[in-house]
């Protein structure tokens, strides 16, 4: 399984047991809908291998007890302590409206109430304070705030997301006047 295939469920970040059971802390506001899973993927080295989990059940709040079927001892634990856990992109839930997960609107035409089309959204950068759309219009790129005060519309059929930009932040990336 590739990593670009899946999506970030949590870290494992605690053994449990002296059995091999470990602690997921999962990355999720709905840790409920990851219970009964059958299985994950844990990155080991570069590599993403399955594990296959014999029994799991939510451990406060966003921690997931887990007992894999392959690690028994504390000595196996060790082995996949503080590692990341991942599952694919078809297992996340469906989201509808204006809601989407970030890969989801990738290559999306970013349409302004004033300006139309002002692009093609690349990527979203999430590691600043402020999520912003990265958008490509000709040679110049945007950074446009991903904030549900801005976003008006989500249209997947359509491959758009509508917003309304604050006055003058289309005009300062364009130079329109």
Do not use: W
């Not at 870290?11 to 047991?17: C, D, H, L, R």
């Not at 002296?18 to 709905?30: A, P």
């Not at 079927?69 to 996949?80: F, H, M, N, Q, Y």
């Amino acid at each position: 399984m590739r990593k670009e295939d899946c999506f970030y469920l949590g870290k494992i970040v605690s053994k449990y047991s002296f059995k091999g059971e470990v602690l997921l802390k999962l990355d999720t506001d709905e840790p409920e809908i990851y219970e009964e899973m059958e299985s994950v993927f844990v990155e080991l080295g570069k590599n993403l291998v399955p594990f296959f989990i014999k029994k799991s059940r939510l451990h406060k709040s966003t921690l997931l007890r887990v007992s894999f079927e392959d690690v028994s001892d504390e000595a196996s634990a060790d082995t996949i302590l503080g590692k990341g856990v991942y599952l694919p992109l078809t297992m996340l839930p469906k989201l509808d409206g204006n809601q989407f997960y970030y890969h989801e609107v990738i290559g999306f035409t970013m349409l302004d109430n004033v300006h139309g089309d002002v692009g093609t959204i690349q990527s979203i950068n999430d590691s600043a304070a402020q999520v912003l759309f990265e958008v490509q219009k000709g040679e110049k790129q945007l950074l446009i705030p991903l904030t549900d005060d801005i976003i008006t519309k989500v249209n997947r059929e359509d491959k758009t997301v509508h917003v309304q930009t604050p006055e003058g932040l289309i005009d300062l990336y364009l130079g329109e006047e």
